[in-house]
Nanobody
Framework: QVQLVESGGGLVQAGGSLRLSCAASGRTFRMHAMGWFRQAPGKEREFVAAISGSGGTLDYADSVKGRFTISRDNAKNTVYLQMNSLKPEDTAVYYC????????????????WGQGTQVTVSS
């Protein structure tokens, strides 16, 4: 069982930056691909970014490429999402998730989810 706790959300003006963190429990952290997803009101949960267990493979949604960076520190059991040049359309609840796959970009591939952290970008 893996428990995930996100932090770092908040209110920021357009063009600003935030860094989200996700702390994981357990001894299997480095075995999991980790992902960030987001869900805006009235919309389905969507993929944002994913990183393989070793950190060697990164994937991003087209909407965040060049602005967001996913990284992980396996010694700290933590995955990060650095978000720069934020836009109002980035406003959503952001979720951290863990997958047993080598790399994963679909909601259905993730077995463990955090509770989410709200990110609000004002115009």
């Amino acid at each position: 069982q893996v428990q995930l706790v996100e932090s770092g959300g908040g209110l920021v003006q357009a063009g600003g930056s935030l860094r989200l963190s996700c702390a994981a429990s357990g001894r299997t952290f480095r075995m999991h691909a980790m992902g960030w997803f987001r869900q805006a009101p009235g919309k389905e949960r969507e993929f944002v970014a994913a990183i393989s267990g070793s950190g060697g493979t990164l994937d991003y949604a087209d909407s965040v490429k060049g602005r967001f960076t996913i990284s992980r520190d396996n010694a700290k059991n933590t995955v990060y999402l650095q978000m720069n040049s934020l836009k109002p359309e980035d406003t959503a609840v952001y979720y951290c998730a863990a997958s047993w796959a080598a790399q994963a970009m679909r909601v259905s591939e993730y077995a463990y989810w955090g509770q989410g952290t709200q990110v609000t970008v004002s115009s």
